[in-house]
């Protein structure tokens, strides 16, 4: 009897729970924590995405899942939690992007188009009839002198970090970020870094063809999806055992 008040706020999500919380909400914050491990990274020269894309049966075809998405030439977005509600929010996401050069002649500021997507976001977590996304962003970009590097929430909320991780893997990811990241990092030291965390999130089942990579370079401000190469071995000073990890190189789509 005591869990019917309980069951009622849990069923609206309209409706705050006494404490101030909105169950639906945080029901959708963790479809989002059992997702897969993305990460995001800043470097002194650009930024970028990296996704393990978790392949479950030897049956899969690995290309067919797809975690990482150009927006607009100079942004791009890995996602964590429900594939369906993040293809919609990709999708709303290259429309605000056409509009924005359709109107004023100019690609999108990438924080303004951070903002569009969470605000459409939280009108999901107000209304009655509707659920909230199931799915965080990481969304990547550059202007001007610099890059930038925001994540989404369920809720509608908006952060920008210098680095960053979503999905099951995130707390070590942001151990591993803590501990190692530097401003002063380069493009690939920064990608190795962040295969690192993905390998400690992932608990050493990172493979190169269930890998996924976006960057963005400061020099041309493009987007541009990396594939695999080869593999190589990076010995860590503070563990005796080497490290497999895969090198990408740069394809133009």
Do not use: W
């Amino acid at each position: 009897m005591q869990m019917a008040p309980q069951m009622g706020y849990d069923r609206a999500i309209t409706v705050f729970s006494p404490d101030g919380r909105l169950f639906q909400v945080e029901y959708a914050r963790e479809a989002v924590r059992r997702g897969t491990t993305a990460v995001g990274i800043k470097s002194k020269d650009g930024v970028a995405v990296l996704v393990d894309k978790r392949i479950t049966s030897r049956l899969m075809e690995p290309k067919s899942i797809e975690k990482i998405f150009q927006i607009d030439t100079h942004i791009g977005a890995a996602t964590s939690g429900l594939v369906a509600d993040a293809r919609v929010l990709i999708d709303r996401s290259r429309v605000e992007s056409q509009i924005n050069r359709l109107v004023y002649d100019e690609p999108i500021g990438v924080e303004a188009l951070a903002k569009k997507i969470c605000d459409f976001k939280q009108q999901y977590t107000q209304y009655g009839g509707v659920r909230p996304f199931g799915t965080a962003l990481l969304i990547i970009g550059a202007e001007e002198d610099r890059t930038r590097l925001f994540e989404t929430d369920p809720s509608g909320a908006l952060l920008e970090y210098k680095a960053t991780g979503i999905g099951a893997g995130r707390s070590a990811v942001m151990e591993v970020f803590e501990e190692k990241y530097r401003e002063d990092l380069n493009m690939d030291e920064a990608v190795l870094l962040g295969l690192e965390a993905l390998y400690k999130a992932a608990e050493g089942k990172v493979e190169a063809a269930t890998t996924e990579i976006g960057i963005i370079k400061l020099g041309d401000k493009k987007f541009y999806k990396l594939t695999e190469l080869s593999l190589i071995h990076i010995s860590e000073p503070t563990r005796p055992e080497r490290i497999s990890y895969a090198v990408f190189c740069l394809k133009k789509k």
